[in-house]
């Protein structure tokens, strides 16, 4: 296992697995650029356990998400450890890359996308990590938001609902803190995914990706994701966190779906 608290500081440890070929001779030095120390295998059943074993901070998964089997790995991976996970999937495929997000990816990537874009999102992925890790520090408002039963504790990184912690990914509660912190008011998915993955996709991407992960956040937060009340969606403009007292009549709950 890699020494990870040498010269008393933690480095940052990356593990790579994959179910199929790809080119790891351009992934494991964009790692090392990084700063990670990578462990890399091809996918076994032994890969969950030995995940757990490293604690790694991010888990890179060359797969393919349109085999189911791949998709479980993502979810196994996901429920199992903190880690964040890259996904880099054969291209060019957008539903396999929505399938996989919605499995619970933090980041996909396609094969065409090339080296320099997942250096820059493993960058991002870092730069957001930082900032995080300095938010306790910043005045940024209330530590927890209140909307109806839906709590959202900024401390903890938690959405909890009649007294029940609502099992968030990282960049799921990001999305929704971000909603929050902007309840009432319409952000567009280009806005929302700057400012939880500090990078700019086109409008378009945007607009692909937040849908995916809005779909898994109302899954978890809704009483009934067919008729949302927290996470609506303003056609056209975005999505916007109510903040009224009340739930809206299903009428028009059905039109922000």
Do not use: W
């Amino acid at each position: 296992m890699p020494d990870r608290y040498s010269d008393g500081f933690r480095s940052q440890v990356a593990f790579v697995t994959h179910t199929r070929d790809y080119r790891s001779a351009d992934v494991l030095p964009a790692l090392a650029r990084h700063g990670f120390t990578t462990t890399e295998r091809p996918h076994d059943r032994e890969t969950e356990r030995l995940i757990g074993q490293f604690d790694p901070d991010l888990v890179v998964l060359a797969i393919d998400p349109r085999q189911d089997e791949d998709l479980a790995l993502v979810r196994n991976v996901a429920r199992t450890c903190k880690a964040q996970i890259v996904v880099v999937a054969p291209g060019p495929h957008p539903h396999g890359l929505a399938l996989a997000l919605e499995a619970g990816a933090d980041v996909c990537l396609r094969d065409t996308d090339g080296v320099e874009m997942f250096s820059a999102q493993v960058g991002a992925l870092q730069r957001r990590k930082m900032a995080a890790l300095a938010e306790p520090e910043q005045d940024e408002g209330p530590s927890t938001i209140t909307v109806r039963d839906l709590v959202l504790d900024f401390d903890r990184c938690q959405a909890i609902r009649q007294n029940e912690t609502i099992p968030l990914t990282p960049t799921e509660f990001k999305i929704l803190a971000y909603l929050a912190r902007n309840a009432g008011k319409v952000v567009s998915p280009v806005e929302i995914l700057r400012a939880v993955q500090d990078y700019t996709y086109s409008e378009r991407e945007a607009q692909e990706i937040v849908k995916v992960y809005i779909r898994r956040i109302r899954r978890k937060v809704e009483l009934d994701p067919a008729e949302p009340s927290y996470i609506v969606n303003v056609r056209g403009f975005g999505y916007m966190l109510e903040r009224r007292s009340s739930r809206r009549e299903p009428a028009r709950a059905s039109e922000a779906a």
